[in-house]
T-cell receptor, first 107, second 115 residues
Framework: GENVEQHPSTLSVQEGDSAVIKCTYS??????FPWYKQELGKRPQLIID?????GEKKDQRIAVTLNKTAKHFSLHITETQPEDSAVYFC??????FGTGTKLQVIP | GAVVSQHPSWVICKSGTSVKIECRSL??????MFWYRQFPKQSLMLMAT?????????EQGVEKDKFLINHASLTLSTLTVTSAHPEDSSFYIC???????????FGPGTRLLVL
């Protein structure tokens, strides 16, 4: 089955800086890669997703890149704000989640 | 749109009792619902996938007789933790997907504490 690795597990950045979270997957047949943001004690919320026929997708300050050959994809958050602080999960296919990255944006 | 509710939001029960958790899609028909378990500071672990009108498909290591899942309608799925024990204490989250099967919408979760 699919296996997803996510790095780093924790990430601290200064407000205004960029944050990058990386994930690798094992199943070359996977074709859907969502990213979720989960605030403490709350539900995960989809923030962006990408399909295998696209190499990059951007939505305001958030972007995702996908390298199918290398089987990795990344989340990029620019101009970080304190409200971006949360745990971020990547996923390959619908149901296989990475281990999560706790992002802390320091004001 | 695409709102999923979950009830109760938290529950405390005695060891040996059963607890039922409901997951509802409020404004769309959920052909597939997923149940996850999340331990503190850990990722979401899929427990089972259920399609309306069919038996749930359980992940390896999840006891189907202990975690009973019913998906009787396109808007409701239930998870019953039978004979709960302290090790079943966790955060249980459901999610639902509709026509766009890949996109999941998560419920707010249920925090279960078994004493």
């Amino acid at each position: 089955g699919e296996n997803v690795e996510q790095h780093p597990s924790t990430l601290s950045v200064q407000e205004g800086d960029s944050a990058v979270i990386k994930c690798t997957y094992s199943d070359s047949a996977s074709n859907y890669f969502p990213w979720y943001k989960q605030e403490l004690g709350k539900r995960p919320q989809l923030i962006i997703d990408i399909r295998s026929n696209v190499g990059e997708k951007k939505d305001q300050r958030i972007a995702v890149t996908l390298n199918k050959t290398a089987k990795h994809f990344s989340l990029h958050i620019t101009e970080t704000q304190p409200e971006d602080s949360a745990v971020y999960f990547c996923a390959a296919t619908t149901i296989t989640f990475g281990t999560g990255t706790k992002l802390q944006v320091i004001p | 749109g695409a709102v999923v509710s979950q009830h109760p939001s938290w529950v405390i029960c005695k060891s040996g009792t059963s607890v039922k958790i409901e997951c509802r899609s409020l404004d769309f028909q959920a052909t597939t619902m997923f149940w996850y378990r999340q331990f503190p500071k850990q990722s979401l672990m899929l427990m089972a996938t259920s399609n309306e009108g069919s038996k749930a498909t359980y992940e390896q290591g999840v006891e189907k007789d202990k975690f009973l899942i019913n998906h009787a309608s396109l808007t409701l799925s239930t998870l019953t933790v039978t004979s709960a024990h302290p090790e079943d204490s966790s955060f249980y989250i459901c999610s639902a997907s509709g026509i766009r099967k890949e996109t999941q919408y998560f419920g707010p979760g249920t925090r279960l504490l078994v004493l």
